[in-house]
């Protein structure tokens, strides 16, 4: 079945530090692939997403490209934020199928 | 705005109650999904709904039913609380339409069974 493998955590950096959180897939077809983030006491918002190999996602300062030949989804922000500090899933949905599949999740936190 | 809310931010019950958690999304989405968020573990999916009065299980149905009368509404209920139901519990819903199917999630129940 689809699974969506990502980088463990907690992950703590400096403010304006560079973030990568590795994100990798495996499904049948062509999935689209989603960023979630999770704030402290909210429910998941979408950060962003890619439907298509090659396409770049791209909201408040972070970026993922959908890359087929290597199954990832990195997530990368150049300057991070204290306020950037949230759980970040990512996930995957294979079109024709509504459901999700999610990765366990990764806590960032960003120190000032 | 797009909107779905859940009926209560915490709540606490004692083992053996029977809970309902309840889910209400305004953006006319055909699906609805139950998800808990247990640390470690991510989300896992319970039950979703693809049209009224439809019902699939998820991955971890146990101990977990679900109601759907209305399109705009999707019910959880915990039929004997436990304390291993203790959990962050997670409503979403997406449209059937469409090639990206981008869920939207409410704010979350954090439920405790003592």
């Known amino acids: 079945g689809d699974s969506v493998t990502q980088m463990e955590g907690p992950v703590t950096l400096s403010e304006e530090a560079f973030l990568t959180i590795n994100c990798t897939y495996t499904a049948t077809g062509y999935p689209s692939l989603f960023w979630y983030v999770q704030y402290p006491g909210e429910g998941l918002q979408l950060l962003l997403k890619?439907?298509?190999?090659?396409d770049k996602g791209s909201n408040k300062g972070f970026e993922a490209t959908y890359r087929k030949e290597t199954t990832s989804f990195h997530l990368e922000k150049g300057s991070v934020q204290v306020s950037d500090s949230a759980v970040y899933f990512c996930?995957?949905?294979?079109?024709?199928?509504?459901?999700?599949?999610f990765g366990t999740g990764t806590r960032l936190t960003i120190i000032p | 705005d797009v909107k779905v809310t859940q009926s209560s931010r915490y709540l606490v019950k004692r083992t053996g109650e029977k809970v309902f958690l309840e889910c209400v999304q305004d953006?006319?989405?055909?699906?609805m999904f139950w998800y808990r968020q247990d640390p470690g573990l991510g989300l896992r999916l319970i039950y979703f709904?693809?049209?009224?009065?439809?019902?699939e299980k998820g991955d971890i149905p146990e101990g977990y039913s679900v109601s759907r009368e209305k399109k705009e509404r999707f019910s959880l209920i915990l039929e004997s609380a436990s304390t291993n139901q203790t959990s962050m519990y997670l409503c979403?819903?997406?449209?059937?339409?469409?090639?990206?199917?981008?869920?939207?999630f409410g704010p979350g129940t954090r439920l405790t069974v003592t």
């Open positions: 709904s693809y049209d009224v009065k439809m019902k």
């Open positions: 953006m006319d989405h055909e699906n």
């Open positions: 890619a439907t298509k190999a090659d």
């Open positions: 979403a819903s997406t449209r059937t339409s469409g090639s990206s199917y981008e869920q939207y």
């Open positions: 996930a995957s949905s294979n079109f024709g199928n509504e459901k999700l599949t």
